[in-house]
């Protein structure tokens, strides 16, 4: 099957998992449970997406978001939506602080679509009155898990 789809930053060309980067080629495939030395491709339905997005109030206690999952996350944006000068902190698979490594300004966005975090996601604000927007994409067929 012969495919061209432009993701992110590469592009992915000839039969799929070929990955083509400018000035090189190479073979892209993950370990496949159950097979001694067997490949997988990456998956046609990785450049499509089911979107799920919201937006939560976020205060100064950490607040888990969006919850790991046995699927596979294809994208993953996260916006200070704040209503003023809020500093947000994000932190994956523990609970965000203020020392967490992730810090979003206002109306700051960071978007992950190379490198997905699968893990869970936890957000905390400088103040009470802090707002997060998220918005992921996850492997068509299979339900994210989203706390409320």
Same mark, same amino acid.
């Given at each position: 099957?012969?495919? $061209?789809?432009?993701? /992110? ?9 070929? =990955? #083509?980067?400018?000035?090189? #080629? ?6 496949? %449970? ?8 990456? @998956? ?15 205060? %100064? %206690?950490?607040?888990? &978001? &969006? ?8 994208? $993953? ?10 500093? $947000? ?7 965000? =602080? ?5 810090? $979003?300004?206002?109306?700051?966005? +960071?978007?992950?679509? #190379? +490198?997905?975090?699968? !893990? !869970? +996601? ?6 009470? =009155?802090?707002? +997060?927007?998220?918005?992921? /994409?996850?492997? @068509? ?8």
């Amino acid at each position: 099957m012969s495919a $061209l789809l432009k993701l /992110g930053m590469a592009e992915f060309e000839g039969r799929l998992g070929n =990955t #083509t980067l400018p000035g090189r #080629t190479r073979e892209y495939a993950l370990p496949e %449970t159950g097979r001694r030395g067997g490949v997988r491709p990456l @998956p046609a339905a990785h450049a499509y997406a089911n979107v799920n997005q919201g937006s939560f109030a976020i205060g %100064t %206690t950490s607040r888990l &978001i &969006i919850n790991r999952t046995a699927q596979r996350r294809n994208f $993953l944006a996260l916006r200070n939506s704040s209503p003023a000068a809020e500093i $947000l902190f994000v932190a994956f698979n523990t609970a965000a =602080t203020a020392g967490s490594w992730l810090r $979003l300004t206002a109306n700051q966005v +960071v978007l992950f679509d #190379t +490198v997905v975090p699968q !893990d !869970d +996601v936890h957000v905390v604000s400088d103040s009470a =009155t802090g707002q +997060v927007s998220y918005g992921f /994409g996850v492997l @068509p067929g299979r339900a994210q898990s989203i706390r409320r």
